[in-house]
Nanobody, 129 residues
Framework: QVQLVESGGGLVQAGGSLRLSCAAA????????MGWFRQAPGKEREFVAA????????YYADSVKGRFTISRDNDKNTMYLEMNSLKPEDTAVHYC??????????????????????WGQGTQVTVSS
């Protein structure tokens, strides 16, 4: 079992930066692939980025590639999302998610929210123009 708590959201002007954190409690954090998703009002939840349990593989949505960086520190049980050059269209509730240890994500599953087993409560990111 993994419990996830996001922090770091807020209001920022277009072109600004934010750093989201996802603190995890649970003995299996270091062996769980994790990801960030977001959901804007009236829209579907969408994939943002994902990272393998060891941190050696990362994946990004085309809309954030080159602007966002996902990372994790397994010693601190924390995952991060560094967001730069923010745009108004990045405005959404951002959620961190994790998969169970025995749940291997392959191909498109990495970018599919229903494949993830554990979720945080979300943190609001608002980018003003």
């Amino acid at each position: 079992q993994v419990q996830l708590v996001e922090s770091g959201g807020g209001l920022v002007q277009a072109g600004g930066s934010l750093r989201l954190s996802c603190a995890a409690a649970g003995r299996t954090f270091g062996r769980s692939a994790m990801g960030w998703f977001r959901q804007a009002p009236g829209k579907e939840r969408e994939f943002v980025a994902a990272i393998s349990w060891s941190g050696d593989r990362t994946y990004y949505a085309d809309s954030v590639k080159g602007r966002f960086t996902i990372s994790r520190d397994n010693d601190k049980n924390t995952m991060y999302l560094e967001m730069n050059s923010l745009k108004p269209e990045d405005t959404a509730v951002h959620y961190c998610a994790a998969v169970a240890v025995d749940h291997v994500l392959v191909g498109a599953a990495v970018r599919t929210w229903s494949e993830y087993d554990y979720w945080g409560q979300g943190t609001q990111v608002t980018v003003s123009s």
